[in-house]
């Protein structure tokens, strides 16, 4: 089963550890671009409840079976489809069971993983969450289910995700498997941008993973061009754990493609305040002041007002109202 218990109550116990430590971080769907004949979307997770999975995780060995995929890193990159099962709604199912589960993991495929991502989201817009510090594959997938669940996403659900090393301890080694990432997020995005009848591509990164999404984005605007940067929808950042100056520079690099961005700040997210003093007092994009923030040509959603918890590091998911930032966001790149 997935995780059943509190995403902010787990938070609350890595950040509190972390900071003794001084270590913590935290239907149917216009398509557009793309040519030849269209297959006709389907809807979202609870009519196709298959996950799309792009990794550089290694499989767990011998039969691929739980945890499915383990923290280290793989030698190749790496595509797979979770069967879900979805909730039981039922009256008995609500009081017994829990939420969305993984059935089973299969049609790994190593040779052509871009290829085989691409071709399975064919013919529908494609929501793809990026995770950051602390995930393990299944908290990953967790996330990645609510999140389409909570904007009732109608096309293809995809995780792209990177070894993590699922500790509090971790964070230094999480940052640089993040960033070994790199190159196989630009030749899944590539794949799909050149797949001839896709939809939009519709990122959501959290964290960490937020550094790997526009370093990525960096280079595919480098080596792609304007063509394959527009077949990129929304881009959503969750709390962007990326030094202010960097992510700048980042945003100069991109150009006119910045404007996809949406950043979801608060200034009072404890997780990126650890982040900060840990980075000698530069401030992480994610706590910025929306001021500074829209003067880099993106647009932003200051959840400040949302927060409510301690820590305050993943309001995309645990707060409605901040959740559907990421809905409008989507929908506003197909007006």
């Known amino acids: 089963m997935l995780p059943s218990f509190s995403r902010l109550s787990r938070l609350t116990v890595v950040c509190l550890a972390g900071l003794a430590l001084s270590g913590c971080l935290g239907g149917e769907t216009p398509l557009a671009g793309g040519s030849g004949i269209l297959r006709a979307p389907r809807p979202g997770l609870r009519s196709d409840p298959t996950l799309l ?23 190749d990159f790496i595509f797979a489809q979770a069967r879900l099962t979805p909730p039981d709604r039922s009256l008995l199912g609500r009081v017994t069971s829990g939420g969305w589960s993984i059935a089973s993991v299969d049609s790994l495929e190593k040779k052509s993983a871009a290829q ?43 995780l792209f995700t990177w070894p993590s090393a699922a500790s509090t301890f971790g964070y230094v080694s999480d940052r640089e498997s ?3 990432s790199r190159d196989a997020l630009e030749d899944l995005l590539t794949a799909i941008a050149n797949s ?5 591509i519709n990122i959501v990164a ?13 280079m595919l605007r480098a080596s792609g061009g304007e063509s394959a940067m527009a077949r990129i929808g929304s881009v959503v950042l969750a709390a962007p754990d990326i030094d202010i ?5 980042g945003l100069e690099r991109l150009g006119p493609d910045a404007k996809k961005i949406t950043v979801i700040s608060s200034t009072n997210d404890r997780a990126l305040a650890v982040s900060s003093r840990l ?24 959840a400040s007002e949302f927060s409510s918890g301690i820590i305050n590091h993943d309001l995309f998911l645990s707060n409605k109202d901040v959740q559907q930032v990421v809905k409008r966001a989507i929908e506003r790149e197909h007006q």
């Open 53 to 75: 999975v792009a990794t550089t995780r290694l499989p767990v060995s011998g039969t691929l079976q739980k945890p499915w995929f383990t923290s280290e890193r793989s030698p």
């Open 245 to 249: 100056d960097l992510f700048a520079r």
């Open 116 to 158: 085989a991502f691409a071709q399975a989201a064919l013919g529908r817009d494609l929501l793809l969450y990026i995770h950051g510090y602390r995930e393990s594959f299944e908290t990953a997938a967790a996330s990645t289910i609510e999140l389409s669940e909570g904007i009732k996403f109608p096309g293809a659900t995809g």
């Open 196 to 200: 001839p009848s896709g939809g939009r």
């Open 206 to 218: 959290h964290s960490m993973g937020t550094l790997l999404t526009l370093e990525t984005l960096r």
């Open 279 to 302: 980075a000698g007092g530069i401030i992480r994009a994610g706590a910025a002041d929306r001021e500074r923030l829209e003067s880099l040509g993106v647009r932003v959603a200051d």
């Open 178 to 180: 993040a960033m070994w």
